[in-house]
């Protein structure tokens, strides 16, 4: 029989005593978490080869149901795992500390570097996904990831360009968290990056783009992150439109996702010399 604790959240003020932290005083708490090991965990590595925690990856759990894809994560002959897994009604479950390595990211690149597990956090958000009946997430749910990716990035130093979904990290194997996750919600939050797009972009939908410009959009798409070859060149911009164009996800560069691609590898150049900068100043 498996047994169920509620633990405290996590802060960097906190101090660990076994599975529970005392809270700062000048923090407010985080929702209650529910805890259920998983044995599927390893370690990030020994030093000096430690990779930093350094990104989060956003799954959904693509099964019937809560409880049906926590016991998964949790059945040590699947071998998978994520460190948090939040329900649709908001409800907060982790599954494995973020010192250690959960299995989550399975064959994955982004921006040219594998074996991502040993440096993120994962969160698994409860949906049906595109096999089961995919559907909104509601409210309560958001608001609970919203609340969760903020306390993990009180505590580790993941640049917003970090912040991603399972497709984009595999977009060969997985759609998820899907076209129907709200991440211009979370980059309001400062979790992750939306730049809005013009009212002109859409005007571009559908029409086709030249040789230059192609080469441009997938240029831009491999700058972002994802990690392009010929064999996976319509499934990541189809990944890229799930995320940042989902009103259309056909895989093809039209106008319209030509512009967004731009717009996107901007963002991400911004953040990226914000990043520098920050870091300068620490160690000056």
Not at 60 to 89: F, W
Not at 220 to 241: K, N
Request: proline share 5%; net charge positive.
């Amino acid at each position: 029989m498996v047994e169920y604790r509620k633990i405290r959240r996590f802060t960097a003020a906190g101090v660990s005593r076994g599975h529970f932290l005392e809270l700062s005083p000048t923090r407010m708490p985080l929702t209650e978490i529910r805890e259920r090991l998983s044995p599927n965990h390893g370690s990030r590595g020994e030093a000096p080869n430690i990779r930093a925690i350094d990104m989060l990856v956003l799954h959904y759990t693509g099964m019937q149901s809560a409880a049906e894809a926590i016991d998964r994560l949790c059945d040590p002959e699947a071998k998978v795992s994520a460190h948090y897994v939040v329900e649709e009604d908001g409800t907060l479950w982790r599954l494995v500390p973020e010192e250690r390595r959960a299995f989550h990211a399975g064959v994955s690149c982004w921006q040219g570097e594998q074996n991502l597990n040993h440096c993120s956090i994962g969160i698994e958000i409860v949906n049906p996904g595109h096999e089961w009946g995919y559907r909104a997430f509601p409210e309560a749910q958001m608001a609970a990831v919203e609340e969760l990716c903020r306390d993990i990035l009180s505590r580790w130093r993941v640049p917003a360009y970090r912040i991603v979904g399972h497709s984009d990290i595999a977009p060969d194997r997985k759609s998820d968290p899907g076209e129907l996750f709200d991440w211009r919600r979370l980059a309001r939050a400062r979790i992750g990056l939306w730049p809005e797009p013009g009212a002109e972009q859409a005007r571009r939908r559908g029409r086709g783009v030249g040789v230059v410009e192609r080469a441009g959009a997938l240029a831009d798409l491999a700058r972002i992150g994802y990690c392009v070859s010929a064999a996976t060149e319509r499934v990541a911009v189809a990944a890229f439109q799930r995320r940042f164009r989902p009103q259309r996800w056909d895989g093809l560069i039209d106008g319209e996702t030509r512009m967004r691609l731009r717009q996107v590898r901007e963002a991400v150049e911004l953040a990226q010399a914000q990043a520098q900068l920050a870091r300068r100043r620490r160690y000056n």
